[in-house]
């Protein structure tokens, strides 16, 4: 199922190219007019051939045609820009399985706004994966004696957002009723509105919404336990999870940073969050470094 969903996502030729490949393996497709295609596989990057076989020579990569990237962007809106709309102004399609393709183009604005992306010359498409287990180890970080407002720090690519969704999953499926504002779909990477990864039985999803009014919302109308959010740092969102806080909700985020004092004014000066847990970033995805408490003190584990 993975690797269907995956190749759908291509035309004739690109399918044959990338059938051999093992989809458990890959994280990541780099898809550029012209340019070498690249395959991620976690911190290693190779070129695919013209034959379809994985190499470290960029002169023998395939390289995608402007015909290519039309038929990969006709594959993921099903023939239909019109029915995707709202998430390229996100700049972004999610595809069923939960896989997001980030597009880069020409931007066409209004007023200052995106309105859509056309013209599209670049497709990178991250293949959804679900790591579940992997924050068994942080469970009674985020929950001792109460729960704690808890905040998963990492740089890109360091599996924050992996262990989120599965604190999350193992929060929700002990009888808390969780809420998410998933604005880039990178959580429960929703398709149609319903989650394509496992994040719990008792979890409500907003996607494609604003973080800060995801939250607020989630607050007022579905009566959480906790609520859920990647990726935060703005003003609006501080906001957003204080009023949370406020209504007695336990706030669970992830944000970009590599120390305390990566987040210090900017996050852990707001008083919001109990622990702070630290990864090694994507040398190790998913491995703590450190955690934190409130007061900035080392806990050990």
Not at 104 to 131: D, H, P, Q
Not at 187 to 193: D, H, P, S, V
Not at 199 to 214: H, I, M
Request: glycine share 8%; net charge positive; charged share 30%.
């Amino acid at each position: 199922m993975l690797k269907t969903n995956i190749t759908n996502c291509f035309g004739i030729e690109m399918k044959k190219l990338l059938t051999v490949y093992d989809w458990q393996e890959i994280n990541e497709i780099r898809i550029r007019t012209d340019k070498p295609l690249i395959l991620k596989s976690g911190a290693k990057e190779y070129f695919c051939d013209i034959n379809g076989r994985p190499s470290k020579n960029i002169e023998k990569s395939f390289r995608p045609k402007k015909k290519d990237i039309e038929e990969i962007v006709n594959m993921l809106s099903d023939y239909s820009l019109y029915a995707v709309q709202e998430q390229l102004k996100f700049g972004f399609i999610t595809v069923k399985g939960g896989h997001r393709a980030a597009i880069a183009g020409r931007v066409i604005t209004e007023n200052g706004n995106i309105m859509t992306v056309k013209n599209i010359s670049s497709v990178s498409l991250r293949i959804a994966s679900e790591r579940k287990g992997c924050a068994d180890s942080i469970v009674k970080i985020a929950v001792d004696d109460k729960l704690n407002n808890t905040l998963i720090i990492s740089p890109v690519c360091g599996g924050k957002t992996t262990m989120l969704r599965d604190l999350l999953r193992i929060l929700s499926n002990r009888g808390y009723t969780v809420g998410i504002s998933d604005e880039r779909g990178e959580i429960a990477a929703c398709y149609m509105g319903v989650p394509q990864l496992d994040v719990g039985e008792r979890t409500d999803v907003l996607d494609c919404c604003p973080k800060d009014k995801g939250l607020s919302m989630l607050v007022r109308t579905m009566s959480p336990d906790i609520v859920a959010a990647d990726e935060i740092g703005t003003e609006t969102d501080i906001k957003a999870l204080k009023e949370a806080r406020l209504s007695g909700v336990t706030v669970i985020c992830t944000a970009h940073g590599t120390c305390m004092e990566d987040i210090g004014k900017r996050l852990a000066d707001t008083h919001i969050f109990d622990r702070y847990i630290f990864l090694e970033g994507n040398r190790c995805p998913g491995k703590i470094k450190e955690v934190f408490n409130s007061k900035g003190e080392r806990i050990c584990l």
